[in-house]
């Protein structure tokens, strides 16, 4: 069993900043990748920023990149999620999400945290 804890979200205004967290904890054997995707309302699903927990390698969605910041924890099991000069298109529920092999298994499974809305408006 593994699960997804996920904080940080809330209200903003405009130019402001939050920081979201996802903790995975249960039956995990090793993470290869977590990541970071949003979901606004109408819209698809979305990839917002992933790394990689073998060399630390990151990526972006073209809309976030320069204002947002991913990082991990390897020890706490623990992503992160920098967000910086927010904007009313930053509004949705992020989801995290992590590519992990469990323990109870020994097999290669996507996790999937509970969401955490950001609402950016003034």
């Known amino acids: 069993q593994v699960q997804l804890v996920e904080s940080g979200g809330g209200l903003v205004q405009p130019g402001g900043s939050l920081r979201l967290s996802c903790a995975a904890s249960?039956?995990?054997?090793?993470?290869?990748?977590m990541g970071w995707y949003r979901q606004a309302p109408g819209k698809q699903r979305e990839l917002v920023a992933g790394?990689?927990?073998?060399?630390?390698?990151?990526t972006y969605a073209d809309s976030v990149k320069g204002r947002f910041t991913i990082s991990r924890d390897s020890a706490k099991n623990t992503v992160y999620l920098e967000m910086n000069s927010l904007k009313p298109e930053d509004t949705a529920d992020y989801y995290c999400?992590?590519?992990?092999?469990?323990?109870?298994?020994?097999?290669?499974?996507?996790?999937w945290g509970q969401g955490t809305q950001v609402t950016v408006s003034s």
């Open positions: 999400n992590v590519d992990l092999v469990t323990y109870s298994t020994y097999s290669r499974m996507d996790s």
């Open positions: 249960g039956s995990i054997f090793k993470i290869l990748r």
């Open positions: 790394i990689t927990t073998s060399d630390g390698r990151s």
